[in-house]
């Protein structure tokens, strides 16, 4: 028989600030060999959780680190996007031909572009280095708040969400190249709204709180590895 407990406390860190605690304690009781006997076993689990504020002072820190990461990042997806190019172009003969409407156009540049980009960071960071390439190069990981490692669909419902307003940026793009001097559709509105709002929306939240919207709503945090 299994129990689980948590406890709280608090220490002081360098600055004298009280930092909160959380600790897990496993209990189990179970049969000895001779079976007339019980044996008590009690560990911690994990390390310890530090409090909201914590993680928000440590992630306010990171910031900067984030933000170069992805610029390591993007500079990967810019040599996918060349590899693709030049692999259209040599294989259409140096005349590749245009796709017949928006849609279409719109589903060539998800399939080769956003979704292996999304599947990229989503492997990456539930892996065993918790990170893509450019957060290894200066020690970021991505875990669960909890400290352990974030799952595949976490990391993939997380870095969809990061990736909206850059697709309807995208529709956005094709559906006005293919109108021409047309009007503008009034539906299209509403995915100019996501493009526009959503990358400053994950900006602002960044800056002011030290994460992102989406690692709120996904249950995650990005620290530094010899921070765990």
């Not at 004298?16 to 600790?23: D, E, H, N």
């Not at 209990?27 to 959780?49: D, E, K, M, V, Y």
């Not at 307003?165 to 709204?193: I, K």
């Amino acid at each position: 028989m299994v129990f689980f407990f948590e406890f709280l406390g608090y220490r002081e860190n360098d600055g004298g600030i009280p930092v909160i605690l959380k600790f897990y304690l496993r209990i189990t009781f179970r049969r000895s060999l001779a079976g007339n006997s019980r044996q008590l076993i009690a560990r911690p689990i994990g390390n310890p959780i530090h409090s909201r504020g914590a993680v928000m002072k440590d992630a306010k820190a990171n910031v900067f680190l984030r933000l170069v990461a992805f610029a390591v990042d993007w500079l990967i997806l810019a040599v996918w996007g060349s590899i693709i190019f030049g692999i259209v172009t040599l294989v259409s003969g140096g005349y590749p031909q245009r796709p017949e409407g928006a849609w279409t156009a719109e589903a060539i540049g998800f399939l080769t572009m956003t979704l292996p980009f999304t599947l990229y960071f989503a492997f990456c960071e539930s892996s065993r280095w918790r990170a893509s390439i450019g957060k290894l190069i200066f020690s970021l990981v991505v875990v669960r708040r909890s400290g352990e490692k974030t799952s595949f669909t976490r990391a993939l419902f997380r870095n969809a969400i990061k990736f909206v307003p850059w697709e309807f940026g995208h529709m956005l793009a094709q559906q006005a190249a293919y109108a021409g001097g047309g009007d503008f559709p009034v539906w299209l509105w509403g995915p100019a709204a996501i493009a526009a709002v959503g990358p400053m929306w994950w900006l602002l939240g960044l800056f002011a709180q030290g994460e992102t919207p989406y690692d709120r709503w996904t249950d995650v945090r990005i620290t530094r590895s010899s921070e765990l």
